[in-house]
Every structure is written in structure tokens, then in C-alpha cells.
């Protein structure tokens, strides 16, 4: 079984600004549309087909960990769910019992042993260098058992280009107003993202809080180029969430990953 290299809840790295401010209204923001059901069951069959006995995961990038309530890991599995962002694993406190560690995925506090490694929800387009996409693909292999796999998924520059070229979006929650603004630069390939939240408040003027997340829409032939340096067999490279073969094309893209014996 995998272990630790430091305490599970005391491995923050404490590089986290990103989703300080947006972590207690990402689920009802962001998230408050997204399928992740259909996620679960996509991401359980490719554990199935590919890890079918899969007995210890460790998730990269797990945000509020949504995924711990929709059925896409065995029931058996030991689960660690990992962020960078302590702000967002503290927002899965209404999921009593899990595994939370703050880590960065470019620096991991794990043994190696896992037999499945994932990073999801374009969490991988965070990291904006080679350099860094490399010591991620590294951390991962590094935390595996020899044969176990790592399922990893791009955003692709079709995606930004239909949808978030130039996006403007505002609404209310109880706490607050809030808008989006999402601009992406297909020259750079650089998506950036900005929030600004109103919040009322009975004092003199409403404190506003402002956030920037930028994200590098890599291409699908540099994380096939980089997981092979790193040591990976690339078992499939899947259209979405489909069984169809990505493209450069593709809106998304979802890898899987071997770790050679």
C-alpha cells in the first residue's frame, strides 16, 4: 500500500493563491452545470478496461473531490484526493472521511504504489511550461507501481476557440454578485480567466475580491512527446469522453497512461 512521505493532512506546499477567493462558491459557480456523473461512469471504465484491479488511487488537481460522490472509483480503493489549492480541498468537507492532502502536483509527498493516478477537469492545462507538464508526467510515474496507469486530460484549442474566446458571464448568489470574464489567445494558447466577486455587506462600501487563473491549452503532441520522455506508454488517447481517437482537433482529450514495468 502507498504511503505518505508527510503527514496526509499537513503536505500543503504553500504555493496555492489560486481559488483562495472562488473556493467556497466553485460548486455552485462553475461546477453547477458540469455532468459529473457522466464523468464518474466515463472515468470508472477506463479504470475497469485498464486497472481492473485497482485497489489504491490517487487523484491530482481534485478540487472539492466531486468525483467522490459519483461512483468513478471502486468501492474497495483506498482514494487520496489531492490539490494544490487547501481552500478547495476544505470545500469537500461535506464529504465526510476522505483522504485530503494539499500538494503540488509538480512536488509529491507520496511513496510510490498507487495503481491509478488521475488528473481531470483540465487541471493538467494549469501547469503553463514543458517544464513543468514534465515534472507533473515525472511525479505521477514516480508515484505508481510499475504497470499502474495515469488518466490525464487536455482541453483543447477547439474547445477555447468555440467557447471561451471571449466569454462574459455574470450572476447572484445569496453572499454575492459575481462575473467572469474568459479570454483566450489562440497565438499563445493562453486561456486566462478572471472573477470578481461583490459582496454585500451592511459595513461602509462591499469588499470585492478578484482572482486570475491562467491555463495553457497544450497540444495533444506535446503530452505524447513529454509522457514518453518520461516513461509512459501511451495506452489510448480518447476523443472526450468517448472510445474514439483524439486529434489535435479534439475538444478534449483523455490519456491513459502506463507506467512500464
Not at 469537500?92 to 483522504?99: I, N, T
Given at each position: ?65 466531486p468525483l467522490a460522490g459519483h461512483l468513478a472509483y471502486p468501492s474497495h480503493a483506498r482514494v487520496v484526493y489531492s490539490d494544490l489549492s487547501p481552500a478547495m480541498l476544505a470545500a469537500s468537507s461535506q464529504q465526510p472521511g476522505l483522504r485530503r492532502v494539499a500538494a503540488d502536483a509538480t512536488a509529491l509527498p507520496f511513496r510510490p504504489g498507487f495503481d491509478v493516478c488521475v488528473m ?142
Amino acid at each position: 500500500m502507498p504511503q505518505d512521505r508527510s503527514p496526509l493532512r499537513d503536505a500543503s506546499l504553500g504555493k496555492a493563491a489560486a481559488y483562495t477567493a472562488l473556493a467556497p462558491y466553485y460548486d455552485r459557480i462553475l461546477a453547477a452545470g458540469y455532468d459529473y456523473s457522466a464523468l464518474g461512469r466515463y472515468v470508472a471504465g477506463l479504470i475497469s478496461a485498464y486497472a481492473p484491479a485497482a485497489r489504491s488511487i490517487l487523484e491530482l488537481g481534485a478540487g472539492s473531490c466531486p468525483l467522490a460522490g459519483h461512483l468513478a472509483y471502486p468501492s474497495h480503493a483506498r482514494v487520496v484526493y489531492s490539490d494544490l489549492s487547501p481552500a478547495m480541498l476544505a470545500a469537500s468537507s461535506q464529504q465526510p472521511g476522505l483522504r485530503r492532502v494539499a500538494a503540488d502536483a509538480t512536488a509529491l509527498p507520496f511513496r510510490p504504489g498507487f495503481d491509478v493516478c488521475v488528473m481531470l477537469m483540465d487541471a493538467l492545462n494549469y501547469l503553463l511550461e514543458a517544464d513543468a507538464v514534465s515534472a507533473c508526467l515525472g511525479e505521477a510515474f514516480a508515484a505508481l507501481r510499475p504497470g499502474g496507469i495515469f488518466i490525464v486530460n487536455i482541453a483543447g484549442d477547439a474547445l477555447c476557440r468555440e467557447l471561451l474566446s471571449d466569454l462574459a458571464q455574470e450572476g447572484s448568489l445569496a453572499e454575492c454578485d459575481y462575473a467572469i470574464r474568459a479570454q483566450y489567445d489562440p497565438a499563445s494558447r493562453l486561456l486566462r480567466t478572471g472573477f470578481t466577486f461583490r459582496f454585500c455587506s451592511a459595513t461602509e462600501g462591499d469588499p470585492v475580491l478578484r482572482e486570475t487563473h491562467t491555463q495553457r491549452i497544450h497540444t495533444a503532441a506535446t503530452i505524447r512527446e513529454l509522457a514518453g520522455r518520461t516513461g509512459f506508454e501511451i495506452a489510448a488517447a480518447f476523443d472526450g469522453q468517448s472510445h474514439n481517437p483524439a486529434g489535435e482537433a479534439s475538444r478534449e482529450i483523455h490519456f491513459v497512461l502506463v507506467r512500464k514495468a
